[in-house]
């Protein structure tokens, strides 16, 4: 056992060096209990309209939040996601991930009881605090502190260990969504909604799941090499041996072309997953209910959770510039055909083109830390990944306005509404050419970027599969 | 004590620890495909 166990804290990367037997089939699960967890930020929707009844219960009364000023709390912790991923990444490799994870679950779990604080005092700068601030910094820690570990774990298979993890995210508001309104309707009384004993049982549930992540993570040791596995001796040139360290790697194109690549595949998914009931209902008026439009935001999400795990692992195989490059190909032209599929009347074809487009939307967030290992190593690829969730922050932005702007502009131009989308669409097409395009001037990494041997501190040689 | 074991890891820690994500998210799984069977009603 490597003698450098037997020292440190608790939380130290030192304690949680992996002896010779460990198996790596524990990580994954590690991993998975934090995602799945802050995945929950996508179901926050849930607790929307029991918010504005907290007085009047019945219905809103006077004093009770608005819409508008409860939707600032997502907003709120995405941005704080992206700001704690792209400044916390360094932190985060320096202490490890039992500290991060740790940190995540603090900060997740704890903010949902200041939020249920705020809930109980109807303070609303309190619950932006808790859920927004807090729990959003809970999220983006949390988010990148597994994946760079996984990475180093499976460095034969980085895209299906990362896709593993990232899947997660998507599953968590599977979970949430369901657990949620069934703790509401628990709780609630003549008094109640629920809602803040429902924040008070998912921070303590959250955050001992949480814990339990972060007691299990293990990291390899320094020499540490799957059983069997040596490195190919032909080596893909796309796939580099060599660190580059973080602060070096946001000065290099490589850096920004793949953080536009992810930035444009993320916005033309957003766009459509915010919008996704409204517009299959609009797009089939009268063949579509709001039931089936739920059915339909449902297989969605399905997508977006299969997809991760799905191209990330088939990015093991064609490598992580193909599999990119197919999502912008195979995007634009579905975004072409979609129109057709909604005025032609083809509900099954118009649901499997979107199913399609949402796995790839997955995809893009899942195969991306592998992408990024492949270019910069994997001494600081969660730092670096951290920073790269800015685009993620962007695309947020950029995706539901661009969407809601262009519906809105056909509608005051007398555009009927089953035909609103089709400009929106060959948008959507078109921000995938320029992401094709970014993708494709992607090349390895210059020399003079790379970290010298002596500065790496024994860590294992970046390899992976093709 | 030490987190590290230097003998191999218990299959059944493994397969445990697995169940521990599993079952939650096969739940949700579970319900989202039965809320999208409404889909093709």
């Known amino acids: 056992m490597n003698q450098a166990v037997t020292r440190g804290g608790f939380f130290s990367k030192e304690r949680i060096t992996a002896g010779p037997g460990f198996n790596r089939w524990m990580v994954p699960p590690a991993a998975l209990a934090i995602h799945l967890c802050i995945g929950q930020a996508y179901a926050f929707s849930v607790f929307n309209k029991p918010m504005t009844q907290l007085l009047g219960i019945s219905e809103s009364s006077p004093d009770d939040w608005t819409i508008p000023e409860l939707g600032w709390i997502f907003s709120i912790a995405i941005v704080f996601l992206g700001l704690s991923a792209a400044f916390a990444g360094k932190w985060l490799e320096e202490v490890g991930p039992r500290k991060a994870m740790f940190a995540a679950a603090c900060c997740f779990g704890g903010g949902f009881l200041v939020a249920a604080l705020g809930l109980q005092l109807h303070q609303l700068w309190l619950v932006y605090f808790g859920y927004g601030v807090l729990g959003g910094i809970g999220l983006g820690i949390g988010y990148v502190s597994p994946v760079s570990t996984l990475i180093k774990w499976f460095p034969d298979r980085r895209g299906m260990a990362t896709g593993m993890a990232i899947m997660g995210f998507g599953g968590g508001a599977m979970i949430a969504s369901p657990l949620s309104l069934k703790l509401m309707n628990a709780f609630k009384s003549d008094t109640s909604m629920g809602v803040t004993e429902t924040f008070v049982v998912l921070g303590v549930v959250y955050f001992v799941y949480m814990c339990i992540g972060a007691l299990a993570v293990r990291i390899p040791a320094p020499d540490w090499k799957p059983e069997g596995w040596t490195p190919p001796a032909q080596q893909n040139a796309m796939i580099s041996r060599n660190h580059v360290h973080i602060d070096r790697a946001i000065k290099t194109p490589q850096f920004w072309l793949l953080w536009w690549a992810l930035c444009l595949n993320v916005t033309a998914g957003i766009g459509v997953l915010g919008q996704a009931s409204l517009m299959i209902q609009e797009s089939f008026q009268g063949m579509i209910t709001a039931a089936a439009a739920a059915g339909f935001v449902g297989l969605l999400s399905l997508a977006n959770m299969s997809g991760r795990f799905l191209w990330s692992t088939v990015s093991d195989y064609i490598g992580r510039k193909v599999t990119y490059g197919t999502f912008f190909v195979l995007g634009t032209i579905l975004y072409f055909l979609v129109p057709g599929m909604g005025t032609g009347g083809h509900v099954a074809l118009f649901v499997l083109f979107y199913l399609v487009i949402l796995s790839m939307y997955g995809g893009g967030f899942s195969t991306v830390p592998a992408y990024l290992a492949d270019l910069f190593g994997t001494r600081y690829v969660g730092g670096i990944h951290g920073r790269l969730l800015t685009a993620w922050s962007a695309a947020g932005i950029f995706g539901p306005v661009l969407v809601n702007y262009i519906r809105d502009y056909q509608l005051q131009m007398g555009i009927p509404r089953s035909d609103v989308y089709i400009y929106t669409m060959y948008v959507m097409a078109g921000l995938l050419v320029i992401g094709f395009i970014c993708n494709m001037l992607i090349r390895p990494v210059s020399a003079e970027h790379h970290m010298q041997t002596d500065n790496i501190a024994g860590e294992p040689i970046a390899a992976g599969a093709k | ?41």
């Open chain 2, 1 to 41: 004590m030490q987190d590290t074991a230097q003998r191999k890891t218990p299959m059944g820690l493994i397969v445990a620890f697995w169940l521990l994500v599993g079952v939650p998210l096969i739940w949700g799984v579970a319900n989202t495909i039965i809320t999208a069977a409404a889909l093709f009603k």
